[in-house]
């Protein structure tokens, strides 16, 4: 493993375990709206970032293709999580229900079993190639299967914000300040997130989203 994933990988597991100590703060305070789905959004960021690490430490190995996917089973339920905690913190209970989040489920377990058999169809990744060096290198051309999934998750997060907005507009000013503070710190990973997907900035190779969702969390449960 090379120095620079070396060190990304220590951060990932330093981020990963922050995230659970904050998921467990966000747990003891069951009388605040939002703690419980907060604390699960903050499990499953530390998961993300420990499958993320794992990636990092295969970078170089033969395994690679099998653990680059890994951080997927985790990443396709946040957005789903995320719009739990946006109803259960806007006071909007009535829609955290099984009838209301067993649709929203469909995609994320597709995309699951659909990274599960990708080798069959590639409709997720469409390619790796292996250099004959003796080192992994790696180029990764996504199906269409994964847009799909991309445009979902989005799709959830743009919603939250807008709920959370409309709770803005509608809320005292005493809370306003702290709705400010949620969709500032939400937005910082979705930016982070982007810049990846996107290829805004060629050299920067890796995902900062779990790195901005750690000062999210770090910002919230202050």
Known sequence: ???????LFFIL??????????AYLASTKKNVLGS?????????????SL??????????????PIFDVLPFFVIVFIPVIWLWFVFDYTGKKEYVKWGYFIPLMIIPVLTIFIIATNG????????????????????????????????????????????????YGLSPRYQKTQIFYV???????????????????????????PLF?????????I
């Open 1 to 7: 493993m090379a120095a620079d994933a070396g060190i």
């Open 13 to 22: 597991i330093l981020i990963s375990g922050n995230s659970l100590l904050i």
């Open 36 to 48: 419980i789905p907060f604390s699960v959004l903050m499990i499953a960021l530390s998961l993300w």
């Open 51 to 64: 499958l993320y690490a794992v990636d990092f430490d295969f970078s170089t190995n033969t395994l690679m």
């Open 120 to 167: 069959y169809h590639g409709l997720f990744v469409d390619a790796y190639y292996q250099s004959a060096a003796g080192k992994m290198l790696i180029s990764v051309f996504y199906g269409p299967w994964y847009y799909i999934h991309t445009l979902y998750c989005y799709s959830l997060l743009i919603t939250g914000f807008f709920l959370l907005l409309w709770a």
């Open 183 to 209: 969709i500032f710190g939400v937005s910082m990973p979705c930016i982070g997130n982007l810049f990846f997907i996107t290829g805004l900035f060629p050299h920067i190779d890796f995902d900062l989203a």
């Open 213 to 221: 969702f750690l000062l999210t969390g770090i910002i919230e449960i």
